[in-house]
């Protein structure tokens, strides 16, 4: 079948998910330590906070998915949306980062948790208002099924080396702030914790390059397959869109049971605080499992060629959950050796293209099945469940990460003048690292037995859709 896009438009559409990932990741690294560290907040009540913000603004994330549906201008349906969440990104990542000295409080009062809710949700509202259109534009931008799953694999490895970038942005920024903190200096101790001024300025100048990247989708990318215009979509619409197309409800459940396999992002600088010694090492924490990641992404594509979504799916998921509870146990009960645990970590980001890469494949696979059944895209709808779902479980994995931290005993030994972590809070911080995702991995495939868009019907499906293009472009012609 035909290829559409250029190498320019790859590359636009790869960098503009990296650029908006890296401000998601700086998040959801550093937002929970920064509100710890700095403004004097409870962890486990931060984590609470957050997942509240998120739910609460997955209450937009349905509305832009209908507005989505209904739009139909000079740029097409999702970039202007795109635009619009620019701003409000780069003004709120670092507003959220910003010290506020009046809001110091000895022991972090209610004004302090209204301010950090009010704030974060809405930033959250714009992070939907970018993330709906980022991912719906894929199933647009090519009508190739091939060549749109290669495209998908490319921008989604830019996208989690966007969504754990911060681990190179910070430690920079923290070494050209002329008071920043220092290497760690002795074993078994932590370096001094981060200064309000990193976080901001590491936050602003994420923003801006952010934001900057996230333009290029707007300038170089296209839609190329069309779409019905001139007909509103009400939310009835929208449910029965969503009701009639079982291949996505069991994507969506799947991600759901799964919601902690990120959860180890959520707590990654508490992770390297407690585990290396130093909030400024998370890149070599993190380094070992996005190397195994991004080898996923990269094969994950030849997997599915050879195997089928489906099968491809369920051996990610049954390897995560294997190796994961292997990475803890070890460490536990064998060794806490540093090279031990990085090469565990490596092996468990080889499984990571299952909750990355794979529901973006199998959601655009959702919207021509549904296409395929009634002769409308619902590009809309479904990229909003998805976003919803995303945000929703992301939250739940960041809450329940901080909990296990919360209760480790993390937050009293940074109270101590002399920072040790003991073996228990280092056991329980690695158990929330690595078995808690895995365990919740092996939960995700259940759905996905079920699961038959793959192979020879995906084919059909991608066969006919095209053909009944090209003929209603004929019957255009001929009018």
């Known amino acids: 079948m035909q290829k559409y896009m250029k190498l320019k438009e790859i590359a636009a559409y790869s960098l503009g998910l990296f650029g908006f990932q890296a ?35 997955a209450i937009f994330d349905p509305i832009v998915g209908n507005k989505i549906e209904n739009t139909n201008g000079k740029l097409g349906k999702f ?34 948790y209204i301010y950090i809710f009010i704030t974060f949700l809405i930033w959250c509202l714009g992070m939907t208002l970018a993330d709906v259109p980022t991912q719906g ?30 681990a190179v942005i910070v430690p920079v920024i ?17 370096d001094a914790p981060m200064i309000a001024g990193e976080y901001f300025w590491s936050a602003l100048a994420t923003a801006v390059a952010g934001c900057i990247l996230m333009s290029l989708i707007v300038f170089w990318n296209k839609e190329r397959v069309p779409y019905t215009t001139g007909e509103k979509n009400s939310f009835k619409d929208m449910v029965a869109a969503i009701k009639g197309n079982k291949p996505l409800i069991l994507v969506i459940v799947s991600y759901f049971l799964g919601f902690g396999r990120q959860m180890a992002m959520g707590i990654q600088v508490q992770a390297a605080n407690a585990l290396i010694g130093s909030q400024n090492l998370v890149i070599i924490l993190g380094i070992t499992t996005a190397i195994g ?4 992404m990269a094969f994950t594509p ?83 469940l998805l976003s919803l779902t995303i945000k929703v479980c992301l939250a739940l994995g960041t809450a329940l990460g901080l909990i296990f931290v919360g ?25 929330a690292y690595t078995a808690m995702p895995g365990i919740l991995a092996l939960l995700s495939a259940i759905p996905i037995f079920k ?24 019957s255009k012609e001929g009018e």
């Open 451 to 474: 699961y038959d868009l793959y192979g020879e019907k995906k084919a059909m499906i991608s066969k006919e859709l095209q053909a009944r293009r090209e003929n209603a472009s004929q």
């Open 23 to 57: 401000i998601v990741g700086l998040l959801n690294s550093y937002q929970a330590e920064f509100y710890g560290s700095v403004m004097g907040a409870s962890l486990a009540t931060v984590g609470i906070i957050i997942l509240v913000a998120k739910i609460v603004s």
């Open 302 to 384: 030849v997997l599915i060629k050879k195997l089928g979504e489906k099968v491809t799916y369920l051996a990610l998921s049954i390897y995560g959950f294997i190796v994961s509870i292997a990475a803890f146990l070890v460490f536990a009960f064998v060794t806490q050796n540093q090279i031990v645990m990085y090469i565990f970590l490596f092996l468990i980001g080889l499984q990571f293209s299952a909750v990355t890469l794979m529901p973006m494949i199998m959601t655009a696979d959702c919207v021509d099945y549904y296409e395929y059944k009634t002769g409308e895209r619902k590009e809309g709808p479904v990229y909003a």
């Open 407 to 431: 209760k480790s005993g993390y937050s009293e030994a940074l109270g101590q003048s002399t920072v040790v972590f003991e073996s228990s809070t280092k056991n329980i911080i690695f158990f």
């Open 79 to 112: 970039k202007p949306f795109i635009i619009v969440s620019i701003p409000i990104l780069l003004i709120f990542t670092a507003i959220v980062f910003l010290d506020i000295e009046k809001l110091h409080f000895e022991n972090a009062g209610s004004t302090l």
């Open 137 to 166: 534009i894929a199933a647009v931008l090519t009508p190739n099924a091939t060549e749109r799953t290669n495209i998908v694999s490319i921008a989604n490895t830019a996208k989690q080396v966007g969504f754990a970038a911060c």
């Open 174 to 190: 923290c070494l050209i702030i002329p008071e920043g903190s220092k290497v760690l200096v002795k074993k078994g101790e932590t």
């Open 293 to 296: 990641s991004m080898i996923s």
